[in-house]
């Protein structure tokens, strides 16, 4: 069996875990395309010949774009900022500060992947003007991920990747793709930080849309959707015209203490091609 590939990056949400279930929904086809790249765990652990990745945060997109291009130069500036000097507050907040105040798309690609291994939880997050705003998060001895690194720019070569809704995206597919989606999940109840959630662009109008675009696609193209989320009473209404939906428990951290570590559950909704 081959070895599971971990993503360069910590990401909210992230699907390493899931990629061995994910893949087995998945059918074969001549491209993957995924409108909701994120960390790429998907991408990493599947078999295409061609990937389209598309995400909406640019700053994701660009760090993808730089390490395809040159990644030896790349994994070695970013290595520098790696060691114990850069790994205090004063340095970060710095750091950040630049990152915020460039324009400069290099320099932009080497802070992101610092931040998001020195930054609180790996989160990612931008203030109303733009501005990333995730605190120092104190660790020890931050891993520099230099064999994710190489994996993601080796494979990153038959990929093309874009910055777009996940509407254009949708409409880049061809007959004989496949579409992985992985959007911001709904929230599991009305308290579960539902603003935070809704303010990212993606609320309860664009799940649905989401849902329609699946139905879309796979009436009009020779194309395979699966779209994952969290299985609530809501999701299963907008996937009820999937061809197939599967429900797993997933172990997910809902509390700083492991006492608030509990299952939930995950759906999985597939909508194959109707000609």
């Known amino acids: 069996m081959t070895q599971k590939q971990r993503a360069f990056l910590k990401w909210a949400g992230g699907k390493y875990t899931l990629s061995d279930t994910i893949g087995k929904m998945l059918p074969k086809g001549k491209r993957l395309i995924?409108?909701?790249a994120g960390a790429g765990s998907?991408?990493?652990?599947?078999?295409?010949?061609?990937?389209?990745?598309?995400?909406?945060?640019?700053?994701?997109?660009?760090?993808?774009?730089t390490l395809?291009?040159?990644?030896?130069?790349?994994?070695?500036?970013?290595?520098?900022?790696?060691?114990?000097?850069?790994?205090?507050?004063?340095?970060?907040?710095?750091?950040?500060?630049?990152?915020?105040?460039?324009?400069?798309?290099?320099?932009?690609?080497?802070?992101?992947?610092?931040?998001?291994?020195?930054?609180?939880?790996?989160?990612?997050?931008?203030?109303?003007?733009?501005?990333?705003?995730?605190p120092f998060g104190k660790y020890k001895r931050p891993y520099f991920p230099e064999k994710e690194l190489l994996a993601f720019a080796n494979k990153a070569q038959i990929t093309d990747f874009v910055c777009e809704n996940y509407r254009d995206t949708f409409a880049r597919a061809e007959d004989g793709d496949v579409i992985y989606c992985d959007p911001p999940y709904v929230p599991l109840s009305k308290t579960a930080s539902f603003t935070s959630y809704a303010g990212n662009g993606f609320g309860l109008d664009e799940q649905a849309d989401l849902a329609n675009a699946a139905e879309e696609v796979?009436?009009?193209?020779?194309?395979?959707?699966?779209?994952?989320?969290?299985?609530?009473?809501?999701?299963?209404?907008?996937?009820?015209?999937?061809?197939?939906?599967?429900?797993?428990?997933?172990?997910?951290?809902?509390?700083?203490?492991?006492?608030?570590?509990?299952?939930?559950?995950?759906?999985?909704?597939?909508?194959?091609?109707?000609?």
Request: aromatic share 14%; proline share 3%; with cysteine.
């Open 34 to 36: 995924e409108p909701f």
């Open 42 to 65: 998907i991408f990493l652990n599947s078999n295409y010949d061609q990937y389209l990745l598309n995400d909406i945060n640019k700053d994701l997109i660009n760090l993808y774009l």
């Open 68 to 134: 395809k291009k040159n990644p030896e130069k790349f994994i070695a500036d970013a290595r520098k900022l790696f060691t114990p000097e850069y790994n205090v507050a004063e340095e970060y907040y710095l750091l950040r500060s630049q990152f915020n105040d460039t324009n400069d798309a290099y320099q932009r690609s080497l802070m992101f992947l610092y931040m998001n291994r020195h930054g609180y939880n790996g989160l990612c997050r931008y203030n109303s003007k733009g501005g990333y705003n995730v």
């Open 218 to 275: 796979t009436r009009d193209k020779k194309v395979t959707v699966l779209i994952s989320n969290h299985d609530t009473i809501w999701t299963r209404k907008i996937y009820e015209h999937a061809d197939k939906l599967k429900s797993i428990k997933v172990a997910r951290t809902i509390s700083q203490k492991a006492n608030g570590r509990n299952k939930v559950g995950e759906l999985l909704a597939l909508y194959k091609p109707k000609r």
